[in-house]
């Protein structure tokens, strides 16, 4: 067997001794260890396959793949060399839970389950050393299952003109600010043999290749050692046919490719990202501005899990609370980096997505809900109290023709599909069809039918949907609730003494008392346990808004000072940044 040097080095505990170690390699080394190659982009097992063999990773890498609960693939992370594989289900007898391929040619040892508990037996601390890495691996959230994040990331250009190297190299400046090690690799290491290339990656915390377009034989050795591939593309280009081509079927199938556009500096919307997200199979993508530093950093932030994920629940004119909480954050040098909200919560989040500084939210808001009820145009209640119009014209007012994908900022909204019983996660299409259905509450305005579904308020489903932003990136999740205590007053459900006195007082424009009876119905519905939101978020943030009520839409002053106060707060109360929050340092999360 060939030498193992390398490899044991990941197996050596501090005591400078590892039972698995013992059980693999070297002369106590179990007899029934087989040695064996896995061609990259090669299954090693497949869910629900029989667990009969312990695994471990000699060379090369593998990523193990979850189905989520819609079917899409779920990537849980990158298992390395001197990590086993396969351990849980062995342990507990039930078959494999994920599936485990190979991110590139690998190596690997395989010990039958019989063999496997017949050394226990002769050594105990195989077991214990085991059972520790299993619980460390099941005390990690979902998204990484106690696994390495992707480390090894390769840049290949699919558009004509400048280098990409440029921006590789300042992502890698970025990543080195936060304090990891980074290698920058180009065509010159074209020729450089196998073994260099994992003495690179065993020597740095983050491995980036650049490919510039042409670069062909360089394209193609990048798609084979990398854990995850970013495209760049131009959005003032037209894309490829087929921008991927060049990556493996495994890359392709777990959604292992992601979308990095470069858009010019010139408009305040980016354009032209849909027909780059419709000819390749991206499973996520980002918008960056030529030149800039700061899309850099956010990329960076991204890449090694400091990101940070704002959502934002409904709760009518409570929801203006988000705009102090929004402000507090930016005080504190907080990045936001993806968005996601239910009803007036989305429309907020959508505003920061937009790249709406501090004054430009309070603008909007203001001319769009406090200036006049958005709620005026009671209706004869056919489907809903009000026609809804109001609430149409003012996102056309504020967000045009403006695409989701076409935001800065990743950014999604829920509603609630009516037809099908589950909630509606809004990630592409016209921002304000999405925005409107996430705040269509039922019964106080009218659904909106799209693709023969009808969508009401996300509030119906999921009021604040943090276990979505958890899904959508490794960093920090931060939600602010402002649904919860004294939504509903008895005033806002007390009969009108005097019908005219009623009318005359301009109270009306809120609607009937039903309006006010409907709106926390809705938001009661969705209404989850603290301890799932605490699973969900890393800062969970709950105004008190005092006196504010879901249809008091003209009390933004107090609500936005409420909301500013609660984050202030809770800000205080963190031992380190958000950015740290959310096992997001590498040399913390090695097992």
């Given at each position: 067997?060939?030498?193992?040097?390398?490899?044991?080095?990941?197996?050596?505990?501090?005591?400078?001794?590892?039972?698995?170690?013992?059980?693999?390699?070297?002369?106590?080394?179990?007899?029934?260890?087989?040695?064996?190659?896995?061609?990259?982009?090669?299954?090693l097992y497949t869910a629900g396959?029989?667990?009969?063999?312990?695994?471990?990773?000699?060379?090369?890498?593998?990523?193990?793949?979850?189905?989520?609960?819609?079917?899409?693939?779920?990537?849980?992370?990158?298992?390395?060399?001197?990590?086993?594989?396969?351990?849980?289900?062995?342990?507990?007898?039930?078959?494999?839970?994920?599936?485990?391929?190979?991110?590139?040619?690998?190596?690997?040892?395989?010990?039958?389950?019989?063999?496997?508990?017949?050394?226990?037996?002769?050594?105990?601390?195989?077991?214990?050393?085991?059972?520790?890495?299993?619980?460390?691996?099941?005390?990690?959230?979902?998204?990484?299952?106690?696994?390495?994040?992707?480390?090894?990331?390769?840049?290949?250009?699919?558009?004509?003109?400048?280098?990409?190297?440029?921006?590789?190299?300042?992502?890698?400046?970025?990543?080195?600010?936060?304090?990891?090690?980074?290698?920058?690799?180009?065509?010159?290491?074209?020729?450089?043999?196998?073994?260099?290339?994992?003495?690179?990656?065993?020597?740095?915390?983050?491995?980036?290749?650049?490919?510039?377009?042409?670069?062909?034989?360089?394209?193609?050795?990048?798609?084979?050692?990398?854990?995850?591939?970013?495209?760049?593309?131009?959005?003032?280009?037209?894309?490829?046919?087929?921008?991927?081509?060049?990556?493996?079927?495994?890359?392709?199938?777990?959604?292992?490719?992601?979308?990095?556009?470069?858009?010019?500096?010139?408009?305040?919307?980016?354009?032209?990202?849909?027909?780059?997200?419709?000819?390749?199979?991206?499973?996520?993508?980002?918008?960056?501005?030529?030149?800039?530093?700061?899309?850099?950093?956010?990329?960076?932030?991204?890449?090694?899990?400091?990101?940070?994920?704002?959502?934002?629940?409904?709760?009518?004119?409570?929801?203006?609370?988000?705009?102090?909480?929004?402000?507090?954050?930016?005080?504190?040098?907080?990045?936001?980096?993806?968005?996601?909200?239910?009803?007036?919560?989305?429309?907020?989040?959508?505003?920061?997505?937009?790249?709406?500084?501090?004054?430009?939210?309070?603008?909007?808001?203001?001319h769009a809900f406090v200036e006049?009820?958005?709620?005026?145009?009671?209706?004869?209640?056919?489907?809903?109290?009000?026609?809804?119009?109001?609430?149409?014209?003012?996102?056309?007012?504020?967000?045009?023709?403006?695409?989701?994908?076409?935001?800065?900022?990743?950014?999604?909204?829920?509603?609630?599909?009516?037809?099908?019983?589950?909630?509606?996660?809004?990630?592409?299409?016209?921002?304000?069809?999405?925005?409107?259905?996430?705040?269509?509450?039922?019964?106080?305005?009218?659904?909106?039918?799209?693709?023969?579904?009808?969508?009401?308020?996300?509030?119906?489903?999921?009021?604040?949907?943090?276990?979505?932003?958890?899904?959508?990136?490794?960093?920090?999740?931060?939600?602010?609730?402002?649904?919860?205590e004294g939504a509903l007053r008895?005033?806002?459900?007390?009969?009108?003494?005097?019908?005219?006195?009623?009318?005359?007082?301009?109270?009306?424009?809120?609607?009937?008392?039903?309006?006010?009876?409907?709106?926390?119905?809705?938001?009661?519905?969705?209404?989850?346990?603290?301890?799932?939101?605490?699973?969900?978020?890393?800062?969970?943030?709950?105004?008190?808004?005092?006196?504010?009520?879901?249809?008091?839409?003209?009390?933004?002053?107090?609500?936005?000072?409420?909301?500013?106060?609660?984050?202030?707060?809770?800000?205080?109360?963190?031992?380190?940044?958000?950015?740290?929050?959310?096992?997001?340092?590498?040399?913390?999360?090695?097992?």
């Amino acid at each position: 067997m060939a030498d193992h040097t390398a490899f044991t080095d990941g197996l050596v505990d501090d005591t400078g001794h590892s039972a698995l170690a013992r059980l693999f390699v070297g002369d106590k080394a179990s007899p029934e260890v087989v040695w064996f190659s896995v061609p990259g982009g090669r299954t090693l097992y497949t869910a629900g396959d029989a667990a009969d063999l312990l695994y471990l990773v000699r060379a090369g890498r593998l990523g193990a793949i979850r189905k989520g609960e819609n079917g899409e693939s779920q990537f849980l992370g990158v298992i390395k060399p001197g990590e086993p594989a396969g351990e849980m289900a062995l342990v507990a007898g039930t078959p494999h839970s994920a599936t485990v391929v190979a991110m590139r040619d690998s190596e690997v040892l395989a010990l039958p389950r019989r063999a496997f508990f017949a050394a226990c037996r002769k050594d105990p601390a195989l077991m214990a050393e085991l059972a520790r890495l299993m619980i460390v691996r099941t005390r990690q959230p979902t998204s990484s299952a106690g696994m390495a994040a992707p480390r090894v990331l390769g840049f290949i250009s699919a558009a004509d003109g400048p280098s990409i190297r440029p921006l590789v190299e300042k992502i890698e400046r970025a990543l080195t600010t936060l304090g990891y090690s980074v290698a920058v690799l180009g065509p010159e290491a074209e020729h450089a043999p196998t073994e260099w290339f994992s003495t690179v990656e065993q020597r740095h915390d983050f491995v980036l290749f650049a490919a510039d377009r042409g670069e062909t034989n360089w394209i193609h050795l990048v798609a084979r050692q990398v854990d995850r591939l970013l495209v760049v593309g131009r959005a003032d280009q037209t894309p490829p046919f087929e921008p991927s081509a060049f990556a493996g079927r495994a890359m392709h199938e777990h959604r292992l490719i992601d979308l990095l556009l470069i858009h010019p500096q010139a408009g305040s919307t980016p354009s032209g990202t849909t027909a780059w997200l419709d000819a390749g199979p991206f499973a996520r993508h980002y918008n960056i501005r030529e030149d800039a530093a700061e899309d850099a950093e956010r990329i960076a932030r991204t890449l090694c899990g400091a990101s940070v994920g704002l959502v934002l629940s409904g709760g009518g004119a409570r929801a203006y609370a988000h705009i102090g909480a929004i402000r507090a954050l930016r005080e504190s040098g907080t990045p936001i980096d993806f968005l996601g909200g239910t009803s007036m919560g989305g429309i907020i989040a959508a505003g920061v997505s937009m790249g709406w500084p501090d004054e430009e939210i309070v603008r909007r808001i203001r001319h769009a809900f406090v200036e006049t009820s958005p709620l005026g145009d009671v209706a004869f209640p056919m489907l809903a109290m009000t026609h809804g119009r109001l609430v149409r014209d003012r996102l056309a007012e504020h967000f045009g023709e403006v695409l989701i994908e076409d935001l800065w900022l990743p950014f999604f909204c829920v509603s609630s599909n009516l037809t099908s019983g589950e909630p509606h996660l809004h990630e592409r299409g016209k921002l304000r069809k999405a925005l409107r259905a996430s705040a269509s509450l039922p019964g106080v305005m009218p659904p909106q039918i799209e693709d023969g579904s009808v969508l009401v308020d996300g509030a119906v489903t999921n009021n604040l949907p943090v276990d979505i932003m958890r899904r959508w990136h490794r960093g920090a999740v931060v939600g602010v609730d402002v649904a919860e205590e004294g939504a509903l007053r008895p005033q806002d459900v007390a009969r009108p003494k005097s019908m005219w006195r009623w009318l005359a007082s301009g109270q009306w424009r809120k609607g009937p008392p039903v309006v006010a009876l409907l709106i926390r119905a809705a938001t009661l519905s969705s209404a989850r346990t603290p301890e799932t939101l605490a699973r969900d978020t890393d800062l969970l943030v709950t105004p008190m808004i005092d006196g504010v009520g879901l249809q008091d839409w003209k009390a933004f002053d107090p609500a936005v000072e409420a909301g500013h106060q609660a984050m202030t707060e809770a800000l205080k109360t963190l031992t380190r940044p958000l950015t740290q929050l959310h096992e997001t340092a590498l040399h913390e999360a090695e097992l």
